[in-house]
């Protein structure tokens, strides 16, 4: 299958964990690390989020960085739940918004397409929706494609075989069972079941550490 290089940007405490229960998030992780999670947004073609994030962080997905290149913002959104006052909605004119469902509806996200959403639909929404949106996405010559979260898209990527390199901001606290895993349930019975990666580079930026890892073929 045709498909981009696909990379996972995690940020998370030393236990993985991407916000507290209640939704809070920011800021786990450094400035230092943030500009450089902005400098990875600038050289992928395209950049991906779950509903979720996208509802719950509003995030605008752009690289902030004078001169640099926005990827193409995509939001996997099965029920359709992107606001049309969202930021990445607001902006879809400026920095063009992908959004994939499986939603089958006469009026499918014309309150969207009306703000500059492409929408593309997909025939499932489980893990072959992955493999079908990365068929779609090489179609439209995307060739680099940034997972940024939450944990469920994530674990959808890694269960479906599909995660070429991580690159894993870790800030130095731990949030324990207050917090929400950066990576949801794989449905594993057996530690051979899962995803291995080779560790490929180490750094501190700030006081937290940066790490970078690769498929295990």
């Not at 509806?105 to 990365?134: M, P, R, Y």
């Not at 894993?168 to 995803?195: E, H, T, V």
């Not at 080779?198 to 700030?206: A, P, Q």
Request: net charge positive; hydrophobic share 35%.
């Amino acid at each position: 299958m045709a498909r981009p290089h696909v990379t996972l940007k995690l940020a998370t405490s030393l236990d993985g964990k991407i916000a507290l229960a209640n939704g809070q998030s920011q800021w786990i992780t450094s400035e230092q690390s943030r500009q450089k999670g902005r400098e990875l947004r600038a050289i992928h073609d395209a950049i991906a989020i779950g509903s979720n994030t996208a509802i719950e962080d509003n995030p605008r997905l752009t690289t902030r960085i004078d001169g640099a290149n926005d990827p193409i913002r995509i939001v996997y959104d099965s029920r359709l739940r992107l606001s049309a006052t969202s930021n990445l909605a607001m902006t879809a004119l400026d920095v063009p918004v992908w959004l994939f469902t499986s939603f089958k509806s006469k009026q499918c996200g014309k309150h969207l397409i009306k703000k500059g959403i492409s929408i593309v639909k997909t025939s499932s929404n489980d893990s072959a929706n992955i493999e079908e949106s990365l068929e779609i996405m090489s179609e439209r010559r995307v060739k680099t494609l940034l997972v940024e979260g939450g944990g469920t898209l994530a674990s959808s990527f890694l269960c479906a075989g599909f995660v070429d390199s991580i690159h894993w901001f870790r800030a130095p606290i731990i949030l324990g069972g207050d917090g929400r895993n950066g990576i949801g349930n794989l449905g594993m019975i057996d530690l051979d079941q899962s995803p291995k990666f080779t560790r490929k580079s180490f750094e501190t930026l700030g006081p937290d550490t940066y790490e970078i890892f690769e498929k295990a073929y």
